[in-house]
């Protein structure tokens, strides 16, 4: 892997600070639309009913930057043959594509604990909705603050 | 009025308590502890440094321990001089060279290397590979102190980096000082201004999503006040490196920080 | 070539359920960042992630635009017999990077 970073010069700079300094590090330029976070679960999930609970969704309360927050997701499950769960995707509903990871796993997993660190487009509830091996659905959310920083250089 | 003082009198005995730190440490920034940019940060983010494992600035240490101790070419690997390794040297750069009498960064001590014994070409700031070699090099100095020397030769260096230190630029018409030693541990936004030290680079920073030197840092540094960036490895970036190094002389080491 | 880090460990009971860690290095690139000229910059991001152990796939992943830089996961399995423990990951052009660790099960 090579970096390539191509710093600014002085003109781009000039024309684009006034316009940098209200802006500032939106991570991710576009807002969903709403109506993708139910399509992006229906695609999932198809039209069954997702039930609250048995899903931990675990965000800090407050992100000082929104392109690395810590994630991390416990779903209430034996992780037997019998009964296990199949898989859980987390969804935004701020970020311009609102599935943002799905898990695969099954009883060869032994605990449904997954962490990993995610990108926010800005302050949200983040959801995480779990298939269980009976087909049932079931989901988590937590909401995350995210902060701006002082100054910022795209 | 009465929890005020006891308040008061309970800071009294707190800063009683904290051993004075050696007055040069402090050259003329104002604070009375310095602080790292770590003492800045969330308590996720600090969990994120602390964790050795999936702290990310430790890809590149691992690939720079790789490199160090690889043979390129009909070249002599790093490791084949340093046989035992670098513990502590990172601590005390920028640091004059003896045999030409420049001042060198630890980003630009690795090239002259390369050029000098390895007959390697220099690697360019920010690549992956130099990246890689100084953050494997300043880990082995991890949590000793800051010990630049500013005597000598380096004198007029270190002039002229506080000189950029202290002189106002850019659009926004602001200098370093006026940040990092009149405002430091005050918001601006959702930070915290820190008191500018760069014990922690090369550190891994969320906005760069990478892992930069503190060269890059002073560049973006420049670009936040509107002022026209030096390139990379200029002299005049290396003088105030030396500058920051001396100004936090007696902190801890802490690369491959974490840093917003 | 992409440094990577795995944490699993050496030794492990049979039944016993370990936890796994992998970190790569790999910029996931989202696609809706511009350049500093205005210039889009194309996604480039690591799309999928398997982990395999004693002959299945025990955990995997589809990533997308939204999992942060040099992607980092911890998650579990059951130890059921001594063998290599494999981790892949593939980007959306279809290259991929590989790593394995031994375990031991007693």
Known sequence: MTSDLSFPERRTLIRLGAASMIVSAIPLTALADPADLTSAQRRLFGDREIKQGRVTLKLPAIAENGYSVPLSVDVDSPMTESDHVRQIAIFSPRNPIAEIVRFELGPRAGRASVSTRIRLGGTQTVQAVAELSDGSLWSGAAKTVVTLAACVVL | ?260 | MASIRLSVPATAKRGDVIELKALIQHPMESGYRRGSRGEAIPRNIITRFECRYDGETVFAADFHPGIAADPFLTFHTRATRSGPVLFRWTDQHGESWQETAMLTVT
């Open chain 2, 1 to 260: 009025m009465i929890r005020l003082s006891g308040l008061g009198l309970a800071l009294v005995a707190v800063a009683a308590c904290t051993p004075a730190a050696p007055p040069e440490t402090h050259l003329d920034a104002p604070f009375e502890r310095l602080q790292s940019g770590y003492d800045f940060l969330t308590p996720e983010t600090q969990a994120l440094q602390d964790d050795t494992f999936s702290n990310p600035g430790y890809l590149w240490v691992d690939r720079g321990a790789e490199l160090f101790n690889t043979s390129d070419a009909d070249a002599p690997s790093c490791a084949s001089c340093h046989t035992t390794g670098l513990a502590g040297v990172a601590a005390s750069y920028p640091a004059i060279d003896s045999d030409s009498g420049q001042l060198l960064n630890l980003e630009g001590r690795i090239n002259t290397c390369r050029e000098r014994h390895q007959h390697l070409p220099a690697l360019d700031y920010e690549s992956d590979a130099l990246r890689a070699l100084s953050a494997y090099i300043a880990n082995q100095s991890h949590g000793l102190p800051l010990s630049v020397d500013i005597s000598g030769a380096a004198a007029t260096h270190y002039a002229n980096g506080r000189d950029y230190f202290f002189t106002r630029r850019g659009q926004l018409n602001l200098s370093c000082h006026q940040c990092h030693d009149q405002n430091a541990g005050k918001r601006l936004r959702g930070d915290t201004i820190s008191q500018g030290h760069g014990n922690g680079f090369p550190a891994y920073r969320l906005e760069w999503q990478t892992l930069g030197s503190l060269q890059r840092r002073i560049f973006d540094c420049d670009t936040g006040v509107r002022a026209e960036p030096l390139p990379l490895g200029s002299q005049t970036y290396i003088d105030l490196e030396l500058y920051l190094s001396a100004r936090a002389n007696g902190l801890a080491m802490e690369s491959p920080a974490i840093r917003r």
